[in-house]
C-alpha cells in the first residue's frame, strides 16, 4: 500500500506542468458557435506568423464569468457585444479593443421534414427548438423575430431551449426536434441544403465582437490577430460562412411579405 | 502484596454504583452479583475503559483516577475540576472478555505476539504461553476456525503476555460448554499460582467462584454487600434469605456449606476404592465423595497431579443444605456414606424452613430441615447431632 | 514534454484526481473517524455537510467556487498571498474544486467500514497496552483495508469523471486545466467525433477495470473477516 502511494508520489512530482510564461500560448476564449471557424483562421495564422495561439471555447456567458473573476485569458470572442461592453465597463480590457469580428444571421432548420417553405412556418406546429433566449445571443435575436413575425405566442410553450446553439444545432440534427431557428453560419459549414434563411428585418443582427484583456501578456500579439479577423480579406471569407450580408446572392433569400 | 484502592460513584443503567472499598491483589478475588449489579462496570473502571466514574482509584500509591476537585488560588470563580486519569493502555491491567475479542486478521501465535510486543519486561515467552494454556498445537491456525474454549485460551494467554499487575476476567466462561469450563478454570488457577498473577474474577455463577477464588466481593444493585473469604461468605449468603430485607433478596442462594478439604492418600487403599475418594476433615473425620469428580471425563486422568497430593493442597467442594440430614444418633446400618458428628451451633427459622448451623472439626455445616422435624427432634442450640449425607451430595462446579 | 493534447488531458487527469484521492485520504480519514465515534446532536449536522456534494449541482458547486477562489474574495487573495500565485483557473483550484466535491465518495465508505468494526476490538487493543495511533494502525487498518481501496477508488473514479466544476473553476487551459471529461467535450464540440468516440471508449475501458478491481477485491475472503 505504501509503494502505491509512493509511487504516486513521485509520479506526480515528475511531470512538469506549469510552463513559464513567455511560452504559454496566445489564449483566445471563443463562444462555441464561432469555435470550428475561428481554429480555422488560428491554424493559418500560427503557419503564417509562427505562433501558437489556443482555443477555449464554452458558453459567453460562462467565459464571461470566469473571466470577470480572473480567468487567464487574452483574448474574448464573444458570441454577442453585450459582455464584450460589460467587461469595457470593467475596465478589464485594453481601451478601444472591442470591436465587431462577425454579425450572425438567422435560419430556420429542419433535418427531418421534406421541404422548407414559407408555409411551413405557418402549418407547423409541433416543438421548435432555439437557443436559450436569455443568455445566447442566438437565442434572444430568434426570439425577436418570432415576436416581429407574431409568431412568439403560438410557440412560447412549445419551445426546445437549448443552452447554446451548438446544443440546438445537435437536437435538430439528431432529429430529436423537427423544426429550429440556427445560425445561417451553421447552415453553411455543415452543407444543410433543407433550410430557410429568416428576413433580417425582423430581428437584430448578432453582432460578435471580440476584446484584448488587459492583463494579457501577449497584446502586441492580440492586436495583429485582432487585425487579422477583421480585415477585409476575412471579411470576405466570413461572407461566404454566412456572416455580414454574404446571404444575399443565395437563391433561397426570402421577402418578409412573404410570410404572414 | 499490593491493594487497589477504590472510592468511586458511577452511574450505570439506571443505577448508581457506589464503591468505597480496600481490595487485596492476592490469589484469585471473586466479584459477584446479579446482572445489573455493577459487576462489569466495576471491572471495566479498574481496567480503564469506563471514563464516567467519579472519585479514586489507586493502586498502591499511584493514582489511576481522581476526579476530585482542587482549589485555585488564582481563579475568582472558585473551584476548579482537575481530573487524573491514566488509560487503560498505561495501567499494566489486562482484561480478559466474555466475548474472547481475538483479533480477526492474526493467527494464535500473532495475536499472541500483538500483547508480548507491547509489554514493557518481557520476562514471558510465547512459547512458554502456549504450553501453559495447551495451545502449542493450534499456534499457527486462523483464530475464527477455534471453538468457544479454544479461543478463550487465546484470550487468555494473551492477556497473561501483557505481564499484567492484575488480571481482570469478565464472565470468561459463560458462553463455554461445561467441559470447556472446567478445562479453563482448572487452567485459570494452575496459571495464578504458578505466575503468582493476583486476579478478579467476575461472575453471576456462585458455583464458579466457589471453585476459584479465595476471596469475593458481593454486589448488589451498585453496592458492596460483603467482602471476605469466599468460604465465610457463601456461609454468611446462607443467612440471606432468612432477612426479611429487601436488598438481599437478589442474593439469596442456594444454603450450603463450602468446603476446602485436603484429599486422604491411603497407600494401602485399592486405587478404586468402590469409586469413592476421600477428603479429610480432621484426624477422626473423614468425607467421602464420587471420585469421577476429580477426574477429567475426556482423558479419565485425574485433574489432581501427585505434586498436588505431595503439597496436600485442598480441594474445593460443596454441599447443599437440603441434602444434609440430622439424626440423633449415630448408625452403621445406614446406606449413607457419609456420617459426622458436631455441635448445633445457630437454629434459624423462617416460614417453614429451617437452616441449622453445626461446627463439626473447626468447619461449619449447614443443613435443612423441617419445621415439623426441629420440633419432633427438640433440636436445641448447643446440641450434640450427628449428620448424614450421601457421597454424591458432595458437588464441586467440576462434574 | 508531451504535446500529443489528448495525452496532456489524460497527464492532467491523472495528476488532479491522484493528488485528490491521496488529499481525501489523508484528511477523510480523521473525519470519517471523528464521525464513525462521535455521538452529540452535531454528527447529524456534519454528515449532511459531508453529504452536500452528493446532491448539489456540479454548476452550482462550480460558481460558488469560481467567487470564492476568483482575486476579487478573501480566500482567493489569501491564496495570492501565501504563494504568490492566483488561485482561479490554476490546477491547485481544480485539485481543491475535486476534493470538495468527491469527499462523500471517500468519506461514508470510511465512516461505515469504521463504524462496523466497532469499539470491542479497539477495546481489547487498550487493555493490551496499545495507544489510540497504534490500535489504529495495527487493528482498524488491516481490519479496513478493503474499505480503504473502495473508498480510494470511488474518489478517483468519481474525480475523473468531473466535468462541470472542473470548467468553471478551470477554466479548460489546455495542459493545466484541461481534463479528460473536458476534452472529450471539446472534441464533440469540435465535430471531431473519432476522436471523441476514442477518448470516450478508453475513458469507459478503464472505469470498468477500475470497477471490477474494487469488485474482485471486495469478493475475496480475504478481506474484513467478520470479528
Given at each position: ?30 463562444s462555441s ?7 480555422t ?34 483574448m ?37 421534414k ?57 437536437q ?7 423544426l ?81 | ?14 443505577f ?117 494454556t ?13 471453538s ?21 476476567l ?87 456449606t ?22 479429610l ?56 456414606v ?62 | ?26 484528511l ?11 455521538k ?46 492566483q ?17 462523500p ?48 477508488s ?24 484541461r ?8 472534441h ?17 475501458i ?7 478491481l474494487i ?13
Amino acid at each position: 500500500m505504501t509503494l502505491f502511494l509512493g509511487v504516486l508520489l513521485v509520479l506526480l512530482i515528475i511531470f512538469p506542468h506549469q510552463a513559464n510564461a513567455s511560452q504559454k500560448p496566445l489564449r483566445i476564449a471563443v463562444s462555441s458557435n464561432f469555435s470550428v471557424v475561428l481554429q480555422t483562421l488560428a491554424d493559418e495564422f500560427n503557419q503564417k506568423h509562427q505562433s501558437n495561439i489556443q482555443l477555449i471555447s464554452g458558453s459567453t456567458g460562462a467565459l464571461f464569468q470566469q473571466l470577470r473573476h480572473g480567468a487567464p485569458f487574452d483574448m474574448f470572442f464573444a458570441a454577442d457585444s453585450i459582455r464584450p461592453r460589460k467587461l469595457e465597463a470593467l475596465d478589464m480590457i485594453v481601451a478601444n479593443s472591442r470591436i465587431t469580428y462577425a454579425q450572425g444571421n438567422l435560419a430556420l432548420y429542419s433535418a427531418s421534414k421534406a421541404k422548407i417553405d414559407q408555409e411551413t412556418i405557418k402549418h407547423y406546429s409541433a416543438r421548435l427548438a432555439i437557443a436559450n433566449p436569455n443568455n445566447a445571443p442566438y437565442g434572444k435575436a430568434a426570439k425577436q423575430c418570432l415576436i416581429s413575425l407574431g409568431l412568439w405566442d403560438k410557440y412560447q410553450n412549445k419551445l426546445i431551449i437549448g443552452s447554446n446553439i451548438n446544443q440546438t444545432f445537435q437536437q435538430i440534427r439528431s432529429q430529436s426536434v423537427e423544426l429550429g431557428i440556427v445560425a445561417f453560419s451553421q447552415i453553411l459549414q455543415n452543407n444543410i441544403t433543407n433550410f430557410l434563411l429568416l428576413p433580417s428585418s425582423c430581428y437584430q443582427k448578432v453582432n460578435q465582437q471580440l476584446v484584448i484583456m488587459k492583463k494579457s501578456k501577449h497584446i502586441k500579439l492580440a492586436k495583429k490577430f485582432s487585425h487579422f479577423i477583421t480585415s477585409s480579406e476575412i471579411y470576405v471569407r466570413l461572407n461566404k460562412l454566412g456572416y455580414y450580408n454574404g446571404i444575399l446572392t443565395l437563391q433561397q433569400a426570402v421577402s418578409p411579405s412573404k410570410i404572414d | 502484596m499490593s491493594t487497589l484502592s477504590l472510592d468511586i460513584n458511577c452511574q450505570f443503567n439506571g443505577f448508581l454504583l457506589s464503591l468505597k472499598q480496600d481490595l487485596k491483589l492476592k490469589g484469585i478475588t471473586g466479584i459477584y452479583g446479579h446482572s445489573g449489579s455493577g459487576k462489569s462496570t466495576l471491572l471495566r473502571i479498574i481496567a480503564g475503559l469506563n471514563n464516567q466514574a467519579t472519585g479514586t482509584v489507586k493502586f498502591n500509591d499511584i493514582v489511576l483516577l481522581d476526579s476530585s476537585l482542587v482549589d485555585t488560588i488564582l481563579s475568582s470563580n472558585g473551584n476548579r475540576r482537575k481530573k487524573t486519569f491514566i488509560k487503560p493502555q498505561a495501567r499494566n491491567f489486562s482484561l480478559v472478555f466474555q466475548d474472547n475479542r481475538l483479533f480477526p486478521h492474526l493467527n494464535v501465535r500473532e495475536n499472541l505476539a500483538f500483547a508480548a510486543k507491547r509489554c514493557s519486561h518481557s520476562r514471558l515467552k510465547v512459547s512458554e504461553v502456549l504450553k501453559l494454556t495447551e495451545l502449542e498445537s493450534l499456534a499457527e491456525s486462523s483464530v475464527t476456525t477455534l471453538s468457544g474454549g479454544e479461543q478463550q485460551r487465546v484470550a487468555l494467554a494473551r492477556a497473561i503476555l501483557t505481564e499484567p499487575k492484575l488480571l481482570l476476567l469478565d464472565e470468561p466462561l459463560s458462553a463455554l460448554d461445561q467441559n470447556s469450563k472446567n478445562v479453563l478454570l482448572k487452567m485459570l488457577i494452575n496459571i495464578q499460582k504458578r505466575l503468582d498473577l493476583p486476579m478478579f474474577y467476575v461472575s453471576h455463577s456462585l458455583d464458579e467462584l466457589q471453585q476459584i477464588s479465595d476471596n469475593i466481593l458481593v454486589l448488589s444493585k451498585g453496592e458492596v454487600v460483603d467482602y471476605g473469604d469466599i468460604h465465610q461468605i457463601i456461609h454468611q449468603l446462607n443467612y440471606a434469605g432468612a432477612d426479611s430485607d429487601s436488598d438481599l433478596s437478589q442474593l439469596i442462594i442456594h444454603q450450603q456449606t463450602s468446603l476446602a478439604l485436603p484429599l486422604k492418600v491411603n497407600y494401602n487403599q485399592p486405587e478404586d476404592n468402590h469409586g469413592l475418594k476421600t477428603l479429610l476433615l480432621n484426624d477422626l473425620q473423614e468425607i467421602h465423595f464420587p471420585a469421577h469428580l476429580i477426574k477429567d471425563h475426556s482423558t479419565n486422568k485425574q485433574f489432581i497431579t501427585t505434586n498436588d497430593l505431595n503439597e496436600q493442597v485442598n480441594l474445593r467442594f460443596f454441599i447443599l443444605a437440603s441434602d444434609i440430614s440430622l439424626c440423633l444418633e449415630t448408625t452403621n446400618n445406614s446406606s449413607i456414606v457419609n456420617h459426622l458428628h458436631g455441635v448445633i451451633s445457630k437454629i434459624d427459622c423462617s416460614n417453614n424452613n429451617v437452616l441449622i448451623t453445626i461446627d463439626c472439626a473447626g468447619q461449619s455445616f449447614f443443613a435443612n430441615i423441617s419445621s415439623y422435624s426441629l420440633d419432633k427432634l427438640l433440636l436445641k442450640e448447643d446440641q450434640a447431632i450427628y449428620m448424614q449425607f450421601k457421597a454424591s451430595a458432595v458437588r464441586t462446579f467440576i462434574t | 514534454m508531451v504535446t500529443n493534447p489528448d495525452l496532456l488531458a489524460l497527464i492532467t487527469t491523472m495528476k488532479m484526481a491522484g493528488l485528490t484521492t491521496l488529499i481525501l485520504l489523508l484528511l477523510g480519514t480523521p473525519l470519517a473517524w471523528y464521525l464513525a465515534k462521535m455521538k452529540s446532536r452535531f454528527k447529524v449536522i456534519i454528515e449532511a455537510i459531508v453529504a452536500l456534494p452528493l446532491v448539489l449541482p456540479p454548476t452550482v458547486l462550480g460558481f460558488y467556487l469560481l467567487l470564492a477562489f476568483s482575486p476579487q474574495s478573501l480566500p482567493g487573495q489569501l491564496w495570492q498571498q501565501a504563494t504568490g500565485q492566483q488561485l482561479a483557473f490554476s490546477f491547485s483550484a481544480i485539485v481543491i474544486g475535486s476534493v470538495l466535491y468527491s469527499l462523500p465518495f471517500v468519506v461514508q465508505p470510511l465512516q461505515k467500514a469504521f463504524e462496523q468494526l466497532g469499539d470491542s476490538l479497539l477495546e481489547a487493543g487498550a487493555v493490551l497496552g496499545a495507544s489510540p495511533i497504534d490500535r489504529f494502525f495495527n487493528i482498524v487498518l488491516p481490519l479496513t483495508k478493503a474499505s480503504f481501496i473502495t473508498a480510494a477508488s470511488l474518489g478517483f473514479a468519481h474525480t475523473v469523471g468531473e466535468f462541470g466544476v472542473v470548467l468553471m473553476i478551470g477554466g479548460n487551459i489546455p495542459g493545466e486545466t484541461r481534463v479528460l471529461s473536458i476534452a472529450l467535450f471539446v472534441h464533440v464540440e469540435a465535430f471531431n467525433y473519432a476522436k471523441a468516440h476514442l477518448l470516450a471508449g478508453s475513458l469507459l475501458i478503464g472505469s470498468m477495470i477500475l470497477l471490477a478491481l474494487i469488485y474482485l477485491i471486495n469478493f475475496k475472503p480475504l478481506r474484513e473477516v467478520k470479528p
